[in-house]
């Protein structure tokens, strides 16, 4: 007996796998993709295969509880076992260190600095950094405070949070903008345009200068942050399974080589990631 060439015959086993279970996950992720509960044909539409070999495979995921069809309408749709391991893959998801993996993508496709920013006590915070790997470094910082009001991230949270999460912080920002005499938006008014505009493309876009370096020490007033002209930011939400949203993905760096377009190649890399991390979170768009 050769037990190099065993072990070569189960490698080769191991490679080929089951294709039974390879043939239908195509019906798995129909399913998943679905509205609601589907027929048959356009179940097996959808997964690129004949209708009659679409309910073969149907039958056994049935029987393993992966999906159930409706007794009334025939209609099929996920089952209970699916529902059970998507709730066990939901509670060990670790969110910040898939947003790593994504962020290290985002920064190895653009060659720009990009953040994280999540939402905390004092409003939009960053809590991952990854430098740009030109010679240019921007002095940003984990734990700083974005304001809302003329920041990528803090623009990005403004339009897409839930008012009554951000109502408090932004009045109050506002106020401040109003009172150091900043070259921000000072009203509501002033303000909506540009929230409206980040709703409209999915992303906020800041031109012309840096998020602000400032961090604003607990339970103090923000001192009059500082902005250096040249820089250019895009920022795109991050939501979650339940439709709520969990970071704001930055890309920050010189105007020499972040195109302002929303259709540059920062803008499209920028919420194509970000689109990419709520997915992997468990978000799906209705």
Known sequence: MNPIADDDDKEASTRQGIQSIEVAAPLLAALAGAAGPIPLSGLAKTAAMPAAKAHRYLVSLIRVGLVRQDAATGLYDLGPMALELGLVALGRLDAVKLADEIMAALRDATSETVALATWGNFGPTYIRLLQSRRPITINLQIGSVMPMTYTASGLCFAAFMPAAETETLLRAELALNRSEKLDAPQSRKALEPLLEETRQHG????????????????????????????????????????????????????????????????????????????????????
């Open 203 to 286: 992303m906020a876009r800041v031109i012309g200068h840096l998020d602000p370096t400032a961090v604003r020490p607990a339970g103090t007033t923000r001192a009059a942050e500082r902005l250096l002209a040249g820089f250019n930011a895009f920022s795109a939400p991050v939501f979650d399974q339940d439709g709520c949203m969990r970071f704001a993905l930055t890309v920050v760096g010189s105007a020499a080589h972040i195109d302002e377009s929303w259709e540059g190649g920062i803008a499209r890399a920028t919420q194509a990631h970000a689109e990419q991390l709520s997915r992997r979170l468990g978000y799906r768009p209705r």
